[in-house]
């Protein structure tokens, strides 16, 4: 009787499709020559049965294009296949790349993410939440414009389990973030390795901790070298304005004073310190080779030449957050805790390594 429930509901829910038009999970297990339970079991990963019978029966749906219906295994899973992701960052910069690797490692289980950009407003955080609690969500990211920051979410209100992304982590919560004391010592690493000994540093606003941990990379790289930090790191906005500022700093020292290489804290930065060097003759990366950070390819590829920068890997960011918040769902046992995920260093032309030597 059961089993006829569950079939009558993928028949009559079936995605507005006529259900006499449409394979169900009663024709698979029929084709398969088992139970509509053992049927339905095998198709959602659930009960317990011989590998091979599993993938027979995933095989024979999948070969007859058998496609669940979401209503449907919501009723019967008491799940909506529904993520949430929550964000203050409403220009996209970071949560676009983050919601990105969320769906890339949801497609393939069926869920889908329902995306909520909110500003820094509790009461409006409340009723976007509630509004994802009504629609039965089943877990929550909650992406960030910095990671020293939370947004206003109150966890205990939240009846659901939270992953956090790009934001600060709050005591037994979990967490994913760049690695950005990795990420800036891989890039003045490279610059050492291209052979420069004299690397300045310019970076944004020392109220964010990503400028910290970003400036410690520096100095770590260049400790291991042996080589001293050239001057003090010079902090200001993350803008092209102040990077253009620091460039004419540069500028006007004698060419023997200069740094032979200026590691950025991010791409604007680099790209308005580029365009100060540029206007007063000097070349880039044959005299001062720059490298920045984000990989924010609207400036990284417009920038001439095309910026060396660190990628902060958002989008594998936001893909193992969804894989976690899954097994969270299902109740599998998760350490709480921030995770710094490794960023990768992406090689152009303005660090000088495509330069021949020659030149």
């Known amino acids: ?29 029929a084709a398969a020559g088992v139970s509509i339970s053992t049927a339905s079991k095998a198709l959602n990963e659930r009960g317990r049965m011989s590998g091979e019978t599993r993938e027979r029966i995933q095989a024979v749906a999948q070969k007859m294009g058998f496609r669940p219906n979401a209503m449907a295994r ?5 799940r909506s ?31 889908s993410v329902f ?49 956090y992304v790009n934001a600060a982590c709050p005591d037994g919560a979990i967490g994913f973030v760049p690695d950005d004391e990795g990420g800036a010592y891989a ?6 390795e291209l052979g420069r000994r004299r690397i300045a540093h310019i970076t944004g606003p020392r109220s964010f901790s990503a400028v910290g941990l970003r400036e410690q990379g520096w100095e770590r790289a260049l400790s291991e070298a042996a080589l001293p930090c050239f001057e003090e790191a010079l902090s200001g906005e993350w803008s092209e304005r102040f990077g253009y ?15 032979d290489a200026v590691f950025c804290g991010n791409d604007q930065i680099a790209r308005g310190f580029i365009d100060a060097l540029t206007l007063s003759g000097i070349r880039v990366p044959q005299d001062i ?46 350490e709480a805790g921030q995770r710094r995920l490794a960023c990768r260093l992406m090689v152009r032309e303005s660090c000088g390594a495509s330069i021949s030597s020659s030149d």
């Open 74 to 78: 919501a009723l019967v899973g008491q």
């Open 245 to 259: 500022e620091a460039g004419q700093r540069f500028v006007t020292m004698a060419s023997a004073d200069r740094p």
């Open 187 to 192: 890039a003045v690493s490279h610059l050492v």
């Open 115 to 163: 995306l909520c950009a909110i500003d820094d407003d509790p009461e409006r955080v409340r009723s976007n939440i509630e509004a994802m609690e009504d629609k039965r969500v089943d877990g929550l990211v909650v992406s960030g414009k910095r990671v020293d920051r939370v947004l206003p979410v109150d966890l205990p209100t939240v009846h659901m389990p939270v992953v």
């Open 1 to 29: 009787m059961v089993e006829s429930g569950i079939g009558a509901v993928a028949d009559v829910l079936a995605d507005g499709q006529d259900a006499s038009l449409r394979v169900t999970i009663k024709d698979v297990a």
């Open 289 to 334: 080779a720059v490298v920045g950070f984000d990989n924010w390819e609207i400036f990284a590829a417009a920038t001439r030449p095309p910026l060396t920068t660190v990628d902060m890997a958002l989008k594998e960011l936001g893909r193992q957050a969804g894989i976690t918040l899954l097994d969270l769902i299902d109740g599998k046992p998760v």
């Open 81 to 111: 296949f529904t993520l949430g992701l929550l964000t203050n960052d409403t220009y996209g910069r970071f949560t676009l790349p983050i919601a990105a690797g969320l769906s890339v490692a949801m497609a393939d289980r069926g869920v």
